[in-house]
């Protein structure tokens, strides 16, 4: 009897010490396929939508201000080189074919994630070299810094934006990038992170940020594409999502390489702009940013310079 008792205790023994260890590991192990975001964006979809009906409209201000994209030639020869952006595309395939491409290539090479560690390098072959070496995912806006210079590289005029919501109390945001297509005169939104995704209207056009809160407002049905694929559908949580994250925009007023990674110090990084719907008070907004209800400058061609 005694033996049993003794095997018993041990088995229990040998049971709590393995609870132990798959509880460390729940807590400490990096939820890198973690996609991170409100469960409940889809059901609080209506809510989201009556915010943005309620808000004030777009209307002209005082405020000059334009997006100016900076392109270095040499950086970009580089970056091509490096990640053999030419292999991803056709030579003579139109932009919005080149931009799906490149998405398709980060979404599905680099998870999402709330990455442990910041990277020391913020640029795209930094990072690249981050998923290889620290950790293999990160979070929406390395995403967006790294498909913005791929993009820039690839001959793409591309911004990436911070989308935010209207309750200050809200600690979530996202960030996706903007392609120009010169082909359609317009932008449109491609987000690389959680698996990719873009928005289209009826007719498989592409979206812009700004045409999306559009839609959200007049009721006008979208398409959503799930890893940047053929499926679409209006009962997807990304719809939700993106109805609490368009309610106000920012970007930095000029965009070139190596915009986050502050190791290099002769990049612009002096203020944003933000699109903000009437009667509205941005918040986490510093000094010497411009802040606008006018959208005319911030949906038009972009300006470029080239170094």
Known sequence: MKKLFRCLRNIFA????????LVIIGIYAKPYFNVGVEPNSLIMLNEYVDSLRSSGPYAQDTSAYEIRIIQDTARAREIRDYFQLDTLYA???DTWTKALAIGRFVASNVPHANQFKWPASVNAIGLWEYIKTVEPAFNCRLHSILSFEL??????????ITCMPEDSLDNDCHVVNEVWLPELGKWAMIDTDMGGHYMSDKNDIPLSLSEIRENYISGRKMKIYPGFGPRST???WYLGYMAKNTYWFSCWGELS??????NVKDVVRDHYIMLVPSGYKPFRVGGG????????PFLSAPQHSFE
């Open 289 to 296: 940013n411009t802040i606008t209800t006018n959208p005319a």
């Open 234 to 236: 209006q009962k997807d």
């Open 257 to 262: 390489y190596y915009q986050e990674d502050y």
């Open 14 to 21: 040998i049971i709590g010490i393995i609870a132990i260890v």
């Open 151 to 160: 993009f820039l590289a690839a001959g793409i005029e591309a911004r990436y």
């Open 91 to 93: 030579p003579e395939a």
